[in-house]
């Protein structure tokens, strides 16, 4: 069984920064892609960030610039920096991981943290 657990969500002013954690933990032999998600209300769930367990990275082009996403391979930890977060940064912010337990990978989710941006 996969858990994936994230912390860091909260309410910050137009300008300000968060940092978010998503750790992975269970019965894991590799993780692939790493990523976060986030939905608004009313809206879709969209991708923000991912990252390759090479490293490399992809950003939707409203956050490139502000949001960097990182990972620890030997913790299966991801991490997403937000910095000068704008109001309609704030959803619901999900945890994504691509994970093979036995043979073949699954996408994974985490429970969703909430970001709200505003004054």
């Known amino acids: 069984q996969v858990q994936l657990v994230e912390s860091g969500g909260g309410l910050v002013q137009p300008g300000g920064s968060l940092r978010l954690s998503c750790a992975a933990s269970g019965s894991i032999r590799k993780i692939n892609d790493m990523g976060w998600y986030r939905q608004a209300p009313g809206k879709q769930r969209e991708l923000v960030a991912t990252?390759?367990?090479?490293?490399?990275?992809n950003y939707a082009d409203s956050v490139k610039g502000r949001f960097t996403i990182s990972r620890v391979n030997a913790k299966n930890t991801v991490c997403l920096q937000m910095n000068s977060l704008k109001p309609e940064d704030t959803a619901v912010y999900y945890c994504?991981?691509?994970?093979?337990?036995?043979?073949?990978?699954?996408?994974?989710w985490g429970q969703g943290t909430q970001v709200t941006v505003s004054s």
């Open positions: 994504y991981a691509d994970i093979i337990t036995r043979f073949l990978p699954l996408g994974y």
């Open positions: 990252i390759a367990s090479g490293g490399s990275t």
